[in-house]
């Protein structure tokens, strides 16, 4: 049964960094991609990562700040996350999909997710 495990959400102060991971377990996946969820706001697209290539999809609010990388032999996506701010806190989602687009950031073409793990940036 394919599983998607989040970690490295914690409590940061604005300017500052976190590493978020993902490990994918029970199939292989074509896209990875990291959501986000504010309080009271739906959830939103931040990053898209394919397997094979490497190609790399950011939203514009997170492009030079946040990288998303893969390390195929752990099962491992990170979203490495720099310049935090304020607006930055949600709580971080992982989601895989077999294939498509990865310019497609509506989260509804994603079959599976993680269980979140909790950012909050403080001012």
């Known amino acids: 049964q394919a599983q998607l495990v989040e970690s490295g959400g914690n409590l940061v102060q604005a300017g500052g960094s976190l590493r978020l991971s993902c490990v994918a377990s029970?199939?292989?996946?074509?896209?990875m991609g990291w959501f986000r969820q504010g309080s009271g706001k739906e959830r939103e697209f931040v990053a898209a990562i394919r397997w094979t290539s490497g190609i790399t999809y950011y939203a514009d609010s997170v492009k030079g700040r946040f990288t998303i990388s893969r390390d195929n032999a752990k099962n491992t996506v990170y979203l490495q996350m720099n310049s935090l701010k304020p607006e930055d806190t949600a709580v971080y989602y992982c989601?895989?999909?077999?294939?498509?687009?990865?310019?497609?950031?509506?989260?509804?073409?994603?079959?599976?997710w993680g269980q979140g793990t909790q950012v909050t940036v403080s001012s």
């Open positions: 989601a895989a999909k077999g294939d498509g687009f990865i310019s497609t950031t509506s989260a509804a073409v994603y079959d599976y």
């Open positions: 029970g199939r292989t996946f074509g896209i």
